[in-house]
Structure formats: structure tokens, C-alpha cells
């Protein structure tokens, strides 16, 4: 994402099974004169949390103003783009363990795969307090705050068999064939049928279309970081794809665009 500033906050240890972290991006009016700004949000085994607090946004795709706040966006396997030609914007998201579905609605979490639902939507009352108190404080870290005790309020003991299969996807190697859900389901001493059904509960997604994702995640992850832009193709090796072309079709499959032209378009200071 490229902005004027741009700022990660970890969760505290007791949520990292549901939160990976807490990010908001602004862009000041120097950097938005005279240009439009594209906020990218890939393909991803993640649930999002967002809210556009400042500017006004539009989905790319449809054209349509997004007039809601406080939307979560279900895991998904197609991207989407919003932009915004204010001179002053800012977004403030949290990205969510698809885990959290379960342990907050107790639904699967592919009830929301693909979807979008807004917090009062999901948790009514409540949801749409704690939209308004997240849009009165200004401060990322007040923010997380905010969440951090909604969350824990919220949250119910997940079902031990989740807990386990939890610990199982923790510890796959997403450069593995995603046909390896064989080895996987004997791992978990489940039928493969029991195991899919489960696996789907807990993570929205299959688990070929999982894999294919982690995997797609790691090489977005180590470009975000620019831990590796000038060698794409030993990125491509190094995590489990037959060639730069397979990389190349999963990475415009998730983001619409070729591995370089993300660079040049999303990445300051790409090399």
C-alpha cells in the first residue's frame, strides 16, 4: 500500500490466535494532489476488519461509493481494489485468523467466505457501538484497544478438535503439493471427507485452495518486505513453484496483476 504513512501494531500475546495485527495507512494532502490512490486487497486466507474513517472511497471493480464502515471481508480467492481521489484519506483495518469466525458468531467460517458484512450486521447493538468508538479515537494503538477488548468479550472456547486441526495447519509446509491433504487427514486421524469438512469450518477454504493461498501469501509477504524483488525467480523456487510462470498465473489470479507490475505500481523504493 503506498501512502503517506503507513504503521503496524502486534496484538497482545493472549490474541494472537485470532489477530495477526492491527494496520492503518493515510495519505496526506501533498501526496494525494493532482493523482488518484489505489488501496490493493488481494486474494487472502485472512478475514479483514476495515474502516475508510477518512476521504471517501470507491470499489474500482464496481464503481459503487462504499458508504458502510466497520465492514469485514470474509477470506476469499479473488482481489479487489478501492480508491479514493481525496486530498486527505485514511484506513484503519485488522487482520483476522478466519478461527475468529467460529469463535466470536459461532458459525463455519465459510459462511463468510467471499461475502462482506458490517459489524453491526454480525453482532448488532455492539457491533455498532464499538464501529462508533473505533471512529472516535484517533490513535492506532486506541484503536487495537477498542478491538482487543471487544474480542475478548466476544470470544468462546473453540471445540478441542478445532483447537487441534489449529495446531496441525500451523505446522504445514506451504511449499507442499496441495494433494498432500491425504498425509494430512491421516495426521488428524480422520477420514479425508471428515477432515475437508473440518478444515473448511475452521478456515473458510478448502484445503487445496488454502495451500495454493499460503503460498501465494509467502511471496506477496517477501515483496511487501522487499525481502526479494530482484530475483523472482528464485522466489518462485524457493517457495514451491514449478517455474516463474506458474508464480506468475497464481500472482495475477489473487492480484490482477504480474509480479512487476505490482512492484512498480504498490511498492516504493522497489529494486
Request: contains cysteine.
Amino acid at each position: 500500500m503506498r501512502a503517506s504513512s503507513y504503521i503496524i501494531l502486534r496484538p497482545e500475546t493472549g490474541l494472537q490466535k485470532y489477530v495477526n495485527y492491527f494496520w492503518m495507512g493515510e495519505i496526506c494532502p501533498d501526496a494525494a494532489k493532482s493523482q488518484l490512490f489505489r488501496h490493493l486487497a488481494p486474494a487472502s486466507t485472512t478475514v479483514d476488519l476495515i474502516f475508510f474513517d477518512k476521504g471517501s472511497f470507491k470499489d474500482s471493480r464496481t464503481g459503487s461509493a462504499i458508504q458502510a464502515n466497520g465492514i469485514i471481508y470474509g477470506q476469499k480467492t479473488s482481489f479487489d481494489q478501492y480508491t479514493t481521489t481525496s486530498e486527505k484519506a485514511r484506513i484503519f483495518g485488522v487482520k483476522l485468523k478466519p478461527s475468529v469466525v467460529l469463535a466470536t458468531l459461532d458459525i463455519p467460517a465459510s459462511g463468510i467466505t467471499g461475502q462482506q458484512a458490517d459489524l453491526q450486521t454480525l453482532f448488532g447493538r455492539k457491533g455498532e457501538k464499538l464501529t462508533g468508538l473505533i471512529l472516535s479515537v484517533q490513535t492506532l494503538e486506541e484503536r487495537a484497544a477498542a478491538f482487543s477488548l471487544f474480542l475478548k468479550e466476544h470470544q468462546k472456547a473453540l471445540d478441542p478438535k478445532f483447537e487441534a486441526l489449529g495446531n496441525l495447519i500451523h505446522s504445514i509446509d506451504y511449499t507442499c503439493d496441495p494433494a498432500a491433504i491425504n498425509r494430512c487427514s491421516e495426521q488428524y486421524f480422520l477420514s479425508k471427507r471428515q477432515f475437508e469438512r473440518d478444515f473448511k469450518a475452521l478456515t473458510g477454504l478448502s484445503f487445496r485452495s488454502f495451500i495454493k493461498l499460503k503460498r501465494f501469501e509467502n511471496c506477496f509477504h517477501s515483496i511487501q518486505t522487499r525481502q526479494c524483488r530482484s530475483d523472482l525467480t528464485r522466489l518462485a523456487y524457493q517457495s514451491g513453484y514449478y517455474d516463474q510462470a506458474h508464480f506468475n498465473r497464481d500472482f495475477r489470479e489473487f492480484t490482477g496483476l504480474c509480479p512487476k507490475k505490482y512492484i512498480r505500481d504498490f511498492c516504493t523504493g522497489s529494486t
